[in-house]
């Protein structure tokens, strides 16, 4: 079942909103959970639910990112596809100048038509897309295979969430028999608690037919925007699959710090050992309720820790010096918290600076969402 289908990893994040924490890396490479970096879910799960290669769809420092999924996920049985380039890497140069075809890709859709050669083809009946920056655990074979049973040309992934997020999100709206009756990206007036969670099944004959039908015309690029609404309009059965396990969108430092945070809560729906492990696999890592110098954070085998660690998640190779104290902050793979520091509500870059929040409640977004859509803060 799974060489049937194409699955496609939308990766082409700037992360300019997540400040001091996006500069100089590319949103998907950005840490996250002390083990991995956000590109890693979509690949992990992809890989869990046995499919065995993913097509990247990037063009933003597109190098930098194929160079580390090159070094991070080229294995037996699973592999990530480079369209263009990806003979290179197969011959095992995984060195070429990146001289990008055609016109800049603009959207989620460019991204689509502009790959088209390597995502339509013979055999391939569906094709899933991908994001790189959620955070969830899921098996997509049970959507794959809802979607076959339904005769679909889309079978969306939804989740309910609060009301009050719902404007930052794609709202959705089912009718009494489950079909899509409406989608609207981030509505000033929700009249849903669903929301799309951003991978979804296409038909892939259906999908190509509207991205061609799209193309050229004055569009906004975009899959939510145009393809969604296109299909959607052009009558095609269109239906959803909700996800009932913890799952957020890190758009901005304040949902990655709080994602975290929930990371830490006793009853968290996502628990650490469940992350994928890409950042040092060789080292522990686990939540410490109570310990010398430790009071409920994650931390690693190899910390080092002549302070105060508390409510705060660690990546491998962290330094807290003596008198130091650390609270509700994350601190990034190498980070050194010199001796008498105090740290609060921050993000740790590896260089040692110190990204703080803009404020207690600057954020009022998205929640750390489970399986009732509640906030876990």
């Not at 300019?16 to 949103?27: F, I, S, Y």
């Not at 990037?58 to 990112?65: F, I, K």
């Not at 969430?161 to 989608?183: K, S």
């Not at 004959?205 to 609404?229: C, F, M, N």
Request: aromatic share 8%; charged share 25%.
């Amino acid at each position: 079942m799974t060489d049937e289908v194409r699955a496609a990893l939308l990766a082409g994040g700037e992360g300019r909103r997540m400040g001091p924490l996006g500069h100089g890396r590319l949103k998907p490479l950005v840490p996250f959970g002390g083990s991995c970096r956000l590109i890693d879910f979509s690949l992990a799960n992809a890989e869990a639910s046995g499919l065995r290669e993913v097509l990247l769809l990037s063009q933003y420092e597109e190098r930098q990112l194929m160079d580390d999924l090159h070094r991070n996920w080229w294995r037996p049985g699973f592999r990530v596809h480079f369209g263009p380039y990806d003979r290179a890497y197969r011959e095992g140069t995984g060195h070429h100048p990146l001289d990008l075809p055609g016109p800049p890709e603009r959207g989620t859709a460019d991204a689509l038509i502009r790959k088209a050669p390597y995502l339509f083809g013979a055999g391939i009946s569906e094709v899933l897309v991908l994001h790189a920056d959620h955070v969830y655990r899921f098996d997509y074979g049970p959507l794959i295979a809802a979607h076959r049973r339904s005769g679909a040309a889309l079978t969306l992934a939804y989740q309910r969430i609060h009301w009050r997020y719902v404007h930052l999100f794609g709202m959705v709206e089912f009718d009494a028999d489950g079909q899509l009756t409406a989608f609207v990206e981030k509505p000033t007036e929700p009249t849903s608690d669903l929301v799309f969670a951003a991978f979804c099944v296409f038909d892939a004959a259906r999908l190509h037919h509207y991205l061609e039908k799209l193309d050229g015309t004055d569009w906004q690029h975009d899959i939510s925007r145009d393809v969604i609404p296109a299909m959607l309009a052009g009558g095609e059965r269109i239906v959803g699959h909700e996800v009932s396990g913890h799952w957020e969108d890190i758009g901005t430092v304040d949902r990655y710090h709080r994602a975290h945070m929930a990371l830490l809560a006793e009853d968290a729906t996502l628990p650490p050992e469940r992350l994928p492990c890409t950042i040092r696999p060789e080292v522990p890592r686990a939540v410490v309720s109570a310990a010398p110098g430790i009071d409920r954070s994650l931390i690693t085998t190899d910390l080092v820790n002549e302070g105060r660690l508390e409510h705060s998640v660690a990546f491998p190779g962290v330094r807290v010096g003596a008198g130091a104290r650390v609270r509700r902050s994350v601190l990034l793979p190498g980070a050194t918290v010199p001796a008498g520091a105090e740290i609060d509500s921050a993000i740790v870059l590896e260089d040692g600076t110190v990204q703080h929040l803009p404020g207690p409640h600057a954020d009022a977004t998205a929640p750390s969402v489970g399986p009732t859509g509640g906030d876990h803060d």
